[in-house]
């Protein structure tokens, strides 16, 4: 893994992003809520919370450890609903996907398996 280095996009390979992308990603409160649940599990101060993008690398930029990761999806699922399952979804994904995994897929994911809001459902 690369260290980040200064600029507009630290430690970005260039690689593609194909991997769990909706149109929801792009939504600044989701992502940012997203990051703020690793931030409190990696335990980062709110400097490292203001640089994570939704194009941020969840594995060459933010360099999360395997125990975080499954915190993470655990506190995604405690937040957003049992169908949240960010090891799941992992699973599911070939090695270079998982490689190119940003914060906006992990946000896309969620968006896409989260429990409705009250009222929002039928």
Request: net charge negative; glycine share 10%; aromatic share 2%.
């Amino acid at each position: 893994m690369s260290a980040p280095t200064a600029g507009p996009e630290p430690g970005r390979s260039g690689a593609a992003t194909a991997a769990v992308t909706s149109g929801s990603a792009s939504e600044p409160a989701l992502v940012r809520e997203v990051a703020e649940l690793l931030r409190e599990i990696v335990g980062e101060d709110a400097e490292w919370l203001e640089s994570i993008r939704p194009d941020t690398l969840v594995d060459g930029e933010l360099l999360i450890e395997s125990h975080e990761l499954a915190a993470w999806s655990l506190a995604l699922r405690a937040r957003f609903g049992g169908r949240v399952d960010l090891v799941g979804q992992l699973a599911e994904l070939d090695i270079d996907r998982i490689i190119a995994l940003t914060v906006g897929d992990v946000a896309a994911h969620v968006a896409e398996a989260a429990d409705p809001a009250p009222g929002d459902g039928p």
